[in-house]
């Protein structure tokens, strides 16, 4: 259910969720163990009982990440089940979830209680602003939709040949075209080149095979069309 991901993080795969044209897209979260035992859940699943015991093995959550305008249809289960717990919502997302109880909005400092383990970057485009994170204990690069990849073969008929055509598919995470577009029109050239400062030791995203070798080189080749 939770695979380690390296030191004092985690991931879980969550259900296959549907989109806009009938498009779909597996799921995947994130786990990371503050020093201080602290948990912090990074763009919550549609969870499972088994998800909740796992986790709450690992100790207790004190912070649930909804890393981008996209990623929140599961927060009021966790919120449920984590009650005392802060959400911290990407920028936009509090206007667009007034049913929800929110702490503070994520920004380019990181919030006091993980300042010095978790630094981030909001990267601003047309589609979602996304908060991009670094969990400096595992050298981890966290995004959420800006890098995508799946298998070929993962759509069929017509859908197939956009997913192709969008970057979508492939053996190597992507940035898909939309978000390229998306990307350009709100100038992140100078958030991303600060992604690319850090010292990355692998790459996860919610939606693609995760980076594990050559970070760094990974990441500039995925972004060298936006930052030279």
Known sequence: MLESFGPDIWIADGPVVSAIAGFHYPTRMAVIRLKNGTLVIWSPVTPSPELFDAIDALGPVGHILAPNTLHHLALPDWHMRYPTALIHPAPGLAEKRTDLAFSSDLGDAPHLAWAGEIDQIVVPNSIAD?????????????????????????????????ARLDLMTGTTPRVPRKFRMALRARKAAEPISRVLDWPAERVLMAHGTPVTNDAQSYLRSAFGWLVK
């Open 130 to 162: 996304e908060v991009v994170f670094f969990h400096k204990a595992s050298g981890s690069v966290i995004f959420t939709d800006l890098l995508q990849n799946m298998p070929r073969g993962w759509y069929s008929g017509w859908r197939s040949i956009v």
